[in-house]
């Protein structure tokens, strides 16, 4: 049985489509149910309905600091479609902690930075002020605090000295669509465990491969 998935947005939706576009294959232990944005001008929902995924809109403005308002209505939506599963896909909106621990464990989120390193609002601007010769991607379970939780995949690419906040953005961006789909499919496959603040995958070897920047002579 295939496990059953909403994603979460706020915006454009390419870890979203990326998502969308891996659990076509038969064989990808993981379907998605529905995409639901706090924004109605979010432009992943086009995207969404043009594949066929049922989209909703809960618009979290009008909540303002009520949290648990707002994720009430999401909640009853979550339940509506039967979801087991949460992928965030850049969804700006912080949660309650109790709305985590319920979802602890079935909740994965991606940031693109190495993380612990530079969470929160603009990773790339952090990694160039930091200097950091190689940054990246991170999908993670959500714990209370932004931008942090077991960590269940990376991906990291180069940072040239040239680089800006968008081209570097450009570069983890690929990253972050080829990592997403696969943590998804170690934690519907029930290939993921998780011990204390550690996640470890049951029968994923490391690849052994290095990448240094600049480069060796
Ligand atoms: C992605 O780069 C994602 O990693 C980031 O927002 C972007 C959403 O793009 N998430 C965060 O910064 C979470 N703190 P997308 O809508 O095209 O997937």
């Known amino acids: 049985m295939k496990r059953r998935v909403a994603i979460l947005i706020s915006g454009r939706g390419s870890n979203m489509a990326a998502l969308i576009d891996a659990a076509k294959a038969p064989d990808f232990?993981?379907?998605?149910?529905?995409?639901?944005?706090?924004?109605?001008?979010?432009g992943g929902l086009e995207k969404a309905a043009a594949s066929g995924i049922p989209t909703v809109?809960?618009?979290?403005?009008?909540?303002?600091?009520?949290?648990?308002?707002?994720?009430?209505?999401?909640?009853?939506?979550?339940?509506?479609?039967?979801?087991?599963?949460?992928c965030l896909?850049?969804?700006?909106?912080?949660?309650?902690?109790?709305?985590?621990?319920?979802?602890?464990?079935?909740?994965?989120n991606i940031h693109p930075s190495l993380l612990p390193s530079f969470p929160g609002l603009d990773p790339h601007g952090q990694a160039l002020r930091a200097g950091v010769k190689l940054s990246g991607a991170t999908v993670?379970?959500?714990?209370?605090?932004t931008d942090a939780g077991p960590i269940v995949?990376?991906?990291?690419?180069?940072?040239?000295d040239d680089?800006?906040?968008?081209?570097?953005?450009?570069?983890?961006?690929?990253?972050?669509h080829r990592i997403y789909p696969e943590a998804l499919r170690l934690l519907a496959s029930g290939r993921l465990k998780l011990e204390?603040?550690?996640?470890?995958?049951?029968?994923?070897?490391?690849s052994g491969g290095t990448l240094v920047a600049p480069t060796l002579k």
């Not at 809109?57 to 949460?86: C, N």
């Not at 570069?171 to 972050?176: D, K, L, Y």
């Open 29 to 42: 232990p993981a379907e998605i149910v529905a995409v639901i944005s706090n924004r109605a001008d979010a």
């Open 57 to 86: 809109v809960i618009e979290s403005k009008p909540f303002g600091k009520d949290r648990a308002a707002f994720e009430a209505v999401l909640q009853r939506v979550l339940d509506e479609k039967g979801a087991e599963l949460i």
């Open 89 to 108: 896909g850049g969804f700006m909106r912080l949660f309650t902690a109790e709305f985590v621990q319920r979802w602890y464990g079935r909740m994965l």
């Open 140 to 145: 993670h379970f959500v714990i209370p605090e």
């Open 153 to 160: 995949m990376q991906g990291a690419v180069t940072v040239a």
């Open 163 to 176: 680089d800006t906040p968008d081209t570097l953005a450009a570069r983890v961006i690929t990253i972050e």
């Open 196 to 206: 204390g603040d550690l996640c470890k995958a049951l029968g994923r070897a490391v």
